[in-house]
């Protein structure tokens, strides 16, 4: 079965500072995909970033991007230049395509509740 | 317009009633899911759910049980709850094909007393 491990609860940031959020992932499957999502404290899920296994780049979306290292297994999520709104738990998921489309759904890390202070 | 939607937002309950949060999207997906959010934040996938497979995680009662009455829609029904289903339900639904784009709903808080 996939694992998600997230190993910081919590961090503090100044901010305008670079941030660096670690996940590590645990499959013997060579097709997975990984996620990033921002869930504030209003709740809502809001997707940030997203990196296929057979992805030869780093993913990056505007000042969000993946560092995927897939031989140690493990897919931070780096945030350039902090924001106050930034504060809010992030969450790495991975999900596994069936080969005939579809998938079971994300397996979550139990998060990193980031703040950011000013 | 919103892509997920849920209702209810927040519902309160007794032990032991019979309850149903709805889901729909209108984004013409063909993949809808049910998660759950505990009190300490961890999300858990419950249900997936395409008009020809339904794929039940093997830690979820049976109590709980998805009803799809379209394509847009996936209905959670909950019978006799307990006070350790209070927590927050997630809906989200994605492309059979596109697996990447996972939009969720808002999510809906169910506390039970």
């Known amino acids: 079965a996939q694992k998600i491990t997230q190993t910081q609860p919590g961090m503090f940031v100044q901010e305008k500072e670079a941030v660096t959020l670690d996940c590590t992932y645990d499959t013997s499957d060579q097709s997975y995909g990984l996620f990033w999502y921002k869930q504030p404290s209003s709740g809502e899920m809001i997707f940030l970033i997203y990196q296929g296994s057979y992805d030869e780049q780093n993913a990056t979306e505007g000042r969000y991007s993946l560092n995927f290292q897939k031989a140690r297994k493990s897919a931070n999520l780096v945030i350039s230049a902090s924001q106050l709104g930034d504060s809010a738990m992030y969450f790495c998921a991975m999900i596994m395509p069936h080969s005939g489309g579809g998938a079971d759904g994300l397996t979550f890390g139990k998060g990193t509740h980031l703040i950011i202070q000013p | 317009d919103t892509a997920v939607s849920q209702t209810p937002k927040y519902l309160v309950t007794q032990m032991g009633n019979d309850k149903s949060i709805k889901c729909e999207q209108n984004?013409?997906?063909?993949?809808m899911y049910w998660y759950k959010q505990d009190s300490k934040k961890f999300l858990k996938i419950m249900f997936s759910?395409?008009?020809?497979?339904?794929?039940i995680n093997e830690t979820v009662p049976n109590r709980f049980s998805p009803k799809s009455p379209d394509k847009a829609h996936l209905n959670l029904h909950i019978n006799s709850l307990e006070l350790g289903d209070s927590a927050v339900y997630f809906c989200?639904?994605?492309?059979?094909?596109?697996?990447?784009?996972?939009?969720f709903g808002p999510g809906t808080r169910l506390t039970v007393t």
């Open positions: 759910y395409n008009n020809k497979e339904l794929i």
């Open positions: 984004l013409g997906h063909d993949t």
């Open positions: 989200a639904s994605s492309q059979l094909t596109r697996v990447d784009e996972q939009y």
